[in-house]
């Protein structure tokens, strides 16, 4: 594999009220938030439009489990299929199922610590 990670494809944390963490971030900070939180949008060394997404959860959110965690980070990668792969063999947890959309494939891993990390091979044509 020539490489992994290629960059954040999103921090996502867990908050009382999404809503309302929205509201103040767009606020005092001046987040232009949508439903999921916002998109960063950015060029690569090569100049590939790509993106990132901040999201607020809410406290009882299924979707970072087994992590008990207040966060899970989502990073871009190429190659997703064989990056699992990989993974696997390198003896790194992996949690569930593959699973594709028009915008990506995502899987996901436990670190050491039991944070649980989304990997994104991402189709970024699909936000332009």
């Known amino acids: 594999m020539k490489q992994r990670v290629t960059g954040l494809g999103g921090f996502f944390f867990k908050t009382e009220n999404p809503d309302n963490i929205k509201k103040w971030y767009k606020e005092h900070l001046g987040i232009p938030t949508d439903q999921y939180g916002w998109t960063f949008w950015w060029r ?58 028009d915008y990506g494939k995502f899987g996901w891993i436990l670190d050491p610590e ?11 044509s699909a936000f332009l």
């Open 44 to 101: 690569d060394e090569e100049g590939k439009k790509c993106s990132t997404q901040w999201s607020p959860f809410t406290q009882d959110t299924q979707y970072f489990n087994p992590s008990q965690k207040q966060f899970m980070m989502n990073f871009r990668v190429e190659n997703l299929v064989e990056l699992l792969k990989v993974l696997k063999e390198e003896g790194v947890t992996i949690v569930g199922e593959m699973e594709e959309y």
């Open 114 to 124: 039991g944070n649980k990390i989304e990997l994104w091979e991402p189709v970024d």
